[in-house]
């Protein structure tokens, strides 16, 4: 899911290592804990696989120096910035950005539309969301369709273990569980509605939510 993420970004603009560690934190959310560990090794992955490439990032021109009214102050100014601008040119000074490739684009919608990664997985469903805007109109409504028929699943096998349950406490967990399915449903059909109205596509649907909140309240 890492790779999925830094292709996700990268499509919008190239990034530095730090940059992209931000932006995966502000994406993905504190609890993912990205970290450099985790990171350099899947951008190298990412670069072997021809999916991104590395573009050094622009070295920022060094400040024009006043005379000092010194010759030897203006010999050591002028000996600082040739030593300077020959850093730069080694690549010692500068920082390494990425960029996504054609491969990576492709790879990127390969890894959105992946059906076994998805599922009833809560976070890979919300990282395919975050980036479902580089999909076609058919293919984010597919998704959602997916994500829909995931949930509907989770709920029913919900409602069956919920029979029989004296504890009350644990009946008030399941209970509570079955509530968040059925809050997930209404807002992934709120979803499935508005694709559907902005892009004037339309495919076979699953049944209504309320079929399962109504047989949830019994």
Known sequence: ML?????????????????????????LGFLWGVSYGSLYPALR?????GAIASVPAAAPAPAPSLPTGSITGDLAAARLRTVAGR???SGRRTRKAYEITPVGEAMLIELLLDDDAHGDDEKAFALRLAFCGHLEPEQRLALLLRRRAALAERLARQLRARGGRDDRYTRSLMEHRTKSTQRDLEWVDELIAAERAATGVDSPAAAPGAIEKEEAST
Do not use: F, I, M, N
């Open 45 to 49: 992955r990412l670069e072997r696989a």
């Open 87 to 89: 850093l730069s040119a």
């Open 3 to 27: 790779e999925l993420a830094v292709l996700g970004l990268l499509k919008d603009q190239p990034l530095h290592g730090y940059e992209l560690k931000k932006r995966l934190g502000e994406t």
